[in-house]
């Protein structure tokens, strides 16, 4: 089993360390030996290798991986290339066209913006083919707190985008006040119009960014 990027490793040090943490390890590994789970294995960190802890500067949290064979590539939305675009992420490519003027690529791919310092970040990391939300109680919460909430310990500001309710419910992880936490309904079909569409996340954060001297670039597709 893969293990926490290195420059994750201080920042997640008693995670690292703590017996459930390392619980939860053996149960992935049971699960990706017992049957078909997204993301592949090789992929299961990617959202921490691509933005490093000191390079986070905005933190989009949504549910878990796209339960269809081949979509998944570890970063939250993102689909991996030559695959066709999920609805959940065309509607966030929707918001992004309305609320930036950013026309919707042709591809799905958003590792751009995990590069450029967006934290692409699930509740839970791994789902079983076929079955979305299966893995909710797997442990994942173990690491999910434990990002936030080193995140919520660092001085520099970090901008919040949490979409649905599984990651509106990590809103009281989130404390020091010079954060922005922004919130909205979950952009799948059956719940954007609720609330995510219209609810400008992409220019509000940008622009929380900029006060803090941060340029964050909202243009999507392969770097």
Not at 131 to 154: E, M, Y
């Amino acid at each position: 089993m893969q293990t926490l990027p290195l420059t994750w490793r201080t920042a997640l040090a008693p995670l690292i360390s703590n017996s459930d943490f390392s619980a939860l390890m053996r149960r992935v590994e049971a699960a990706y030996r017992a049957g078909t789970v997204c993301p592949p294995r090789g992929q299961l960190f990617r959202a921490l290798e691509l933005t490093p802890f000191l390079e986070v500067h905005a933190v989009i949290l949504g549910q878990d991986p796209y339960h269809t064979p081949g979509t998944a590539d570890g970063l939250a939305f993102s689909a991996a290339p030559g695959v066709g675009i999920p609805p959940s992420l065309r509607n966030i490519f929707r918001e992004l066209s309305a609320d930036c003027g950013i026309p919707a690529p042709a591809s799905g791919d958003l590792s751009r913006w995990a590069k450029n310092g967006v934290l692409l970040l699930n509740t839970a990391l791994t789902v079983e083919t076929g079955r979305p939300n299966s893995h909710r109680d797997l442990g994942w919460s173990l690491l999910t707190d434990a990002v936030l909430d080193a995140l919520n310990a660092r001085a520099e500001p970090v901008a919040f985008l949490l979409w649905g309710n599984s990651a509106r419910e990590k809103k009281t992880r989130i404390t020091a006040p010079r954060h922005l936490v922004l919130e909205a309904a979950h952009p799948s079909p059956l719940s954007a119009s609720r609330g995510f569409f219209g609810c400008r996340h992409f220019s509000a954060a940008a622009a929380f960014l900029r006060r803090q001297g941060v340029l964050l670039d909202w243009t999507p597709g392969a770097p």
